[in-house]
Nanobody
Framework: QVQLVESGGGLVQPGGSLTLSCAASGSIFSINAMGWYRRAPGKERELVASVSKGASTNYADSVKGRFTISRRYVKNTVYLQMNSLKPEDTAVYYC??????????WGRGTQVTVSS
């Protein structure tokens, strides 16, 4: 089992920045990819960014050039640096980990609100 705990959400003005963190614990040796998803009000959950065990990254088109995902293996933590935030980035952001059996684990989510 893998446990994920997110932190770093909050309220920010348009154009501002936030950094989300997700700390993994438990069977961390089994983790392959980690990533961030989000669910905006009235919308489906969508992939924001992911990073493989080999450090390959993938981003949603809507966040390319503004968000950066990074992974610190020693700390078992994945980060999402979010710059130039827009109101449409408002959502609950969820950390995800995928293990070698293709099982997905989820954090509880952290709210990000972009508003003036």
């Amino acid at each position: 089992q893998v446990q994920l705990v997110e932190s770093g959400g909050g309220l920010v003005q348009p154009g501002g920045s936030l950094t989300l963190s997700c700390a993994a614990s438990g069977s961390i040796f089994s983790i392959n990819a980690m990533g961030w998803y989000r669910r905006a009000p009235g919308k489906e959950r969508e992939l924001v960014a992911s990073v493989s065990k080999g450090a390959s990254t993938n981003y949603a088109d809507s966040v390319k050039g503004r968000f950066t995902i990074s992974r610190r293996y020693v700390k078992n933590t994945v980060y999402l640096q979010m710059n130039s935030l827009k109101p449409e980035d408002t959502a609950v952001y969820y950390c995800n980990a995928n293990d070698w059996s293709d099982k997905n684990y989820w954090g509880r989510g952290t709210q990000v609100t972009v508003s003036s």
